[in-house]
């Protein structure tokens, strides 16, 4: 399974961002697809997750409210909507890919990574 991260770039306090993650290769529906960040310094953290075959998600509690994950599965691709963005979100974004199981943590549980996208949010 590969996945390819994009999406990410400069923008302001407020502002919106969407991230996309195409997968590709040998995916399949029961899979877990999740977003993670990691901020210089800092460890991985969860940012949400979505089931592919049924589309429950899951979100961090700094992110709720503010962000949505989504699927489209004629496309294989997940999103992750970002809105009302904080300085305090910036980070490398990763999506992966979870073979088994449905709990959204922790990161090491998942199988496979993108290469991750990078988000800056100035103030």
């Known amino acids: 399974v590969q996945l390819q991260a994009s999406g990410g770039g400069l923008v302001q306090a407020g502002g919106s961002l969407r991230l996309s993650c195409a997968a590709s290769g040998r995916t399949a529906s029961s899979y877990l697809m999740g977003w993670f960040r990691q901020a210089p310094g800092k460890e991985r953290e969860f940012v949400a997750a979505i089931s592919w075959s049924s589309g429950s998600t899951h979100y961090s509690d700094a992110v709720k409210g503010r962000f949505t994950i989504s699927r489209d599965n004629a496309k294989n691709t997940v999103y992750l909507q970002m809105n009302s963005l904080k300085p305090d979100d910036t980070a490398v974004y990763y999506c992966?890919?979870?073979?088994?199981?449905?709990?959204?943590?922790?990161?090491?549980?998942?199988?496979?990574w993108g290469q991750g996208t990078l988000v800056t949010v100035s103030s």
């Open positions: 992966a890919a979870k073979v088994s199981g449905l709990a959204p943590r922790p990161f090491y549980e998942y199988d496979y």
